[in-house]
């Protein structure tokens, strides 16, 4: 027997890499995670039961690294980093915000929360930016992948969020209609539910410029010219409404606004949808059939729907199409927004780490609202809207922001256009790093502080599906690492503020604060959490058991309807020409998670897909006389990278693929600095390219 499997430590816990939320338990001894086995009882798994993928099962090595941040980093009159204490550090921290915010107004200081802290850890985070810098400028990264997600269906339904769950509906729909979503490789135990279903059955209707995976087991796979979305689903609407497909009572009942639904689809004939989304007219008509003669119908996307210069357009769209055919509000149906991050629900935008948005997606606008969080805080919070992260960028190279503080992301590597970015990151005056790695980021950093990762902390995760659950420490973090609740209130006593001083004890007590000003987690405990497994909001007093799927009853507006909100199509920003006739587009690959500051640390992830490639059609790679496995050349205006080309007819004619995980590689060297004007996200999914032999 291997000794090492004496005296072990199992710690149930939720995966820290993606918003499915499956929860296993780590298997730790002396301070380093061996393994990761299934919870004892199915019920504490809701979600996955006793499954994972491949990287809630291997995932986890990155926290034995090597390459793990021990100790603060100061950068010295040397112009290097070099190791520090605590008290050095933290000092430092201080000083750098404090005499900026003297110089230049508390406006010149911004804060990036991170989706892959807890929600503890981002309620501090979006408070300290307000509370004790004073600022009005906090953002993280959900700005990059679903914030126009958020700003469509909030103006549609009146919550930003999912509206269903994902074992119960997603898992016994009708019929699926998924686009812009590569579910196998990002939501790989979400993905499985699907297919299961699939096979028992359900309709699945794939619309995607690139085959991904989950199209294979499609009943109708569409490939669609990329960034030309609200076209074909406009389309869909228009035949659905022109043949009385439509749910006439639902839409009589429930919703608002169907006229002027009705007269902005008029043109979305299927020869116009032919023309704009390379859709043809029986394609689309197949799939309308379908969509509105299922008796539920689940509508799931990701970014290929979101990060275009019209993203929020093209969730609208999406949003009116649900509505039109009534799937929404009974189990089965829905909306599905498939989340990135692990919390990306929660600390992306549940604890108001947003520049328009307080804590449960409360508006800094209201004058009683503010009241609320300064009988909470001590402090009146700031009423004005700040600055979104593609904001913080352009307005640092302005010298308008100096400071900066990042918890745990990589912009560095995640921001479009990366040369724009690195400017950027050069220009601020100070800048704090607080990762458990040395990031890309971090190199560019005055102090760096060492961090804790997901199996070294307490606190909550919310998974895609509104279900807040519980994170268990396996670990302590190593060397003088600490969790970033703790640096955050270290720091918030240190930095001179008008609020009250900090004393949480952990990071339930600032669950308890959660529940004070956020209603949507009014009923939220840690002991709750722990007696009763997952919780979903609204979840609004101790009594409540939570909400499972969304309006059941009514629509979040003060009139309880849904409105309908027509959608414009529009061209993306940065189209094929001349000099460069490619179309990129962006995505993940299952090995990997986002810029792979963990993943790239994992041997068993590597050997699987160990770099950045270039997928290429057939046709394509023909024409430019390229071979499979060859290196070469991609360029954009704005920058270039060399990869390997892969062959495959994943990609169309003329659309070409690079995964978004690699330093080496990085895709966003080619990204460009086109965002949509509603939400800020940029257009990651369109950029023209062209490829060269090396
Ligand atoms: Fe983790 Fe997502 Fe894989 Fe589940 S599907 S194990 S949450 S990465």
Not at 20 to 34: A, I, M, N, T
Not at 284 to 310: N, P, Y
Not at 423 to 436: G, K, N, P
């Amino acid at each position: 027997a291997d000794h090492r499997l004496k005296d072990v430590e199992f710690t149930e816990t939720t995966c820290g890499f993606c918003a499915v939320g499956c929860r296993f338990q780590l298997v730790s001894k002396d301070d380093e995670v061996l393994g990761a086995v299934p919870t004892d009882d199915p019920a504490d798994a809701p979600v996955n039961d006793f499954s994972t993928c491949v990287k809630g099962k291997f995932g986890y090595e990155f926290a034995n690294s090597d390459e793990r941040l021990t100790t603060p980093l100061v950068r010295g009159d040397d112009g290097e980093l070099h190791e520090a204490t605590w008290e050095e550090a933290l000092s430092r921290v201080a000083e750098g915000f404090e005499s900026i915010r003297e110089r230049s107004g508390p406006d010149a200081l911004a804060a990036f929360a991170s989706s892959k802290c807890t929600n503890e850890e981002d309620y501090l985070m979006q408070k300290f930016a307000r509370a004790v810098l004073g600022t009005k400028n906090v953002d993280n990264c959900a700005r990059l992948c679903h914030s126009s997600t958020v700003a469509a269906l909030k103006q549609t339904l009146g919550y930003g969020a999912m509206s269903n769950r994902i074992n119960e509906d997603i898992g016994d729909a009708d019929a699926y209609l998924i686009t812009g979503s590569n579910t196998t490789e990002s939501h790989p135990v979400l993905a499985t539910r699907i297919k299961r279903n699939v096979d028992a059955g359900a309709d699945l209707v794939v619309f995607d410029p690139r085959k991904v995976e989950i199209a294979e087991h499609a009943s109708q796979y569409v490939r669609t010219d990329p960034g030309y979305d609200v076209a074909w689903i406009n389309g869909l609407i228009r035949y659905i409404v022109a043949n009385d497909l439509h749910d006439a009572e639902f839409v009589e009942d429930r919703t608002r606004n169907f006229e002027a639904l009705r007269e902005k689809v008029e043109p979305f004939t299927p020869e116009e949808v032919e023309r704009l989304a390379g859709v043809a007219p029986e394609d689309l008509k197949r799939a309308a059939e379908t969509v509105a003669g299922a008796d539920s119908v689940v509508f799931g996307w990701a970014m290929g729907m979101t990060q275009h210069s019209h993203g929020t357009q093209n969730v609208l769209a999406l949003a009116d199409l649900a509505l039109v055919t009534g799937n929404l509000g009974e189990p089965g149906a829905g909306v599905s927004p498939f989340r990135g991050h692990n919390n990306v629900q929660g600390g992306g935008g549940d604890m108001g780490t947003l520049p328009n948005l307080l804590p449960g997606y409360r508006d800094p606008g209201d004058p009683d609202v503010l009241d609320e969080f300064e009988d909470a805080w001590g402090v009146r919070p700031p009423a004005e809207e700040g600055l979104t992260v593609p904001e913080v960028f352009d307005e640092a190279l302005a010298g308008n922001v100096e400071g900066l503080y990042v918890m745990g992301e990589n912009p560095a590597l995640s921001e479009p256009d990366l040369a724009h970015a690195e400017e950027a990151l050069q220009a601020l005056d100070f800048l704090v790093v607080q990762d458990v790695f040395p990031t890309e980021t971090a190199a560019y950093a005055d102090v760096v502080l060492p961090a804790a990762t997901f199996s070294e902390k307490e606190g909550t995760f919310t998974n895609t599906e509104r279900r807040v659950q519980l994170v268990g420490q396996a670990t302590d973090p190593p060397g003088d690492a600490r969790q970033d609740w703790a640096i955050i209130q270290a720091l918030a006593n240190r930095i001179d503020h008008a609020g009250d001083a900090w004393t949480y004890d952990g990071p339930a007590d600032v669950m308890d604060e959660i529940a004070d000003v956020a209603p949507i987690y009014g009923g939220i405990t840690h002991d709750r959490l722990d007696e009763e497994g997952g919780l979903q909001w609204p979840c609004e007093d101790e009594s409540d058991p939570g909400t499972p799927y969304l309006y059941e009853e009514e629509f979040n507006f003060p009139d309880g309807r849904a409105r309908f909100v027509p959608a414009d199509t529009g061209e993306p920003g940065d189209l094929p020409s001349e000099e460069f006739p490619l179309t990129m587009t962006t995505g993940r690959v299952l090995y990997h998670w986002h810029t792979g500051t963990l993943t790239r640390k994992v041997e068993g992830l590597l050997d699987h897909v160990g770099e950045a490639f270039v997928e290429v059609n057939p046709q394509t790679a023909e024409r430019l006389g390229i071979a499979d496995g060859e290196r070469v050349r991609v360029e954009s205006p704005r920058g270039s990278i060399e990869v390997r080309a892969e062959i495959g007819d994943r990609p169309g004619d003329g659309v070409v693929f690079v995964p978004m995980h690699f330093a080496d590689g990085a895709v966003n060297r080619l990204t460009g600095d086109h965002v949509d004007p509603t939400s800020g996200i940029p257009e990651y999914k369109v950029s023209s390219v062209r490829i060269r032999r090396l």
